[in-house]
């Protein structure tokens, strides 16, 4: 079965404390790989896409990255506006245009 | 930018009533979906929609259906509303047939009692 994890469920940073956010896939075949952020009251918001094994995507303080069954995303000395929750899900090789498998979430808190 | 939007962002509605979500998206994407999120179960697919009148079912269509006349509306019907479809319930559109990324809409909580 298809199954996408991410870990930890919830992560407290101090400010400019850098960590790493986990997402662990177990599908037949990866298309694409996508982390969102979700504020709360709001519908998810893009920030990259992953396509191969060795890629890496920026974005200020964000860096995601891809290995053949996991990605993390960096974050590089947060700040309090980062706090969030962040979505990782894939797209199926082979399967339906578009249809992404989502995770659970990690709910970021940065504290100042 | 491109824009979802859903008509509610709360709902209350009785068990048994027939309710309506709706949802426009202004960028004349071929694509939408719709998805329910539930704390520790993530975002499941109720439906999805290629094209005008098109649509597929996806991991959890039971108790919904969908109507997409237009291209750019998409509207999740729920028949009969029961307590256990007291979720959130987010739109999504995207383009074409490859990587392109899914833009959500904010959201409707619907609370059925």
């Known amino acids: 079965e298809d199954q996408v994890t991410q870990s930890p469920e919830a992560l407290r940073l101090q400010e400019g404390e850098s960590s790493s956010l986990n997402c662990s896939y177990t599908v037949s075949g990866l298309r694409g790989l996508f982390w969102y952020r979700q504020d709360p009251g709001k519908g998810p918001e893009f920030l990259f896409t992953?396509?191969?094994a060795g890629e890496e995507k920026e974005k200020e303080r964000l860096k995601a990255t891809l290995t053949k069954k996991e990605s993390f995303l960096h974050i590089t000395a947060p700040k309090p506006e980062d706090s969030a929750t962040y979505l990782c899900?894939?797209?199926?090789?082979?399967?339906?245009?578009?249809?992404?498998?989502f995770g659970t979430g990690t709910l970021l808190a940065v504290q100042p | 930018d491109v824009k979802v939007t859903q008509s509610s962002r709360y709902l209350v509605k009785r068990t048994g009533e027939k309710v309506f979500l709706e949802c426009v998206q202004d960028m004349d994407h071929e694509n939408m979906f719709w998805y329910r999120q539930d704390p520790g179960l993530g975002l499941r697919l109720i439906y999805f929609s290629y094209d005008v009148k098109m649509k597929e079912k996806g991991d959890i269509p039971e108790g919904y259906s969908v109507s997409r006349e237009k291209k750019e509306r998409f509207s999740l019907i729920l028949e009969s509303a029961s307590t256990n479809q007291t979720s959130m319930y987010l739109c999504?559109?995207?383009w074409g047939q490859g990587h392109s990324p899914l833009h959500f809409g904010n959201g409707t909580r619907l609370t059925v009692t």
């Open positions: 899900a894939v797209q199926l090789r082979g399967g339906a245009t578009n249809k992404l498998i």
């Open positions: 999504a559109s995207s």
């Open positions: 992953l396509y191969s």
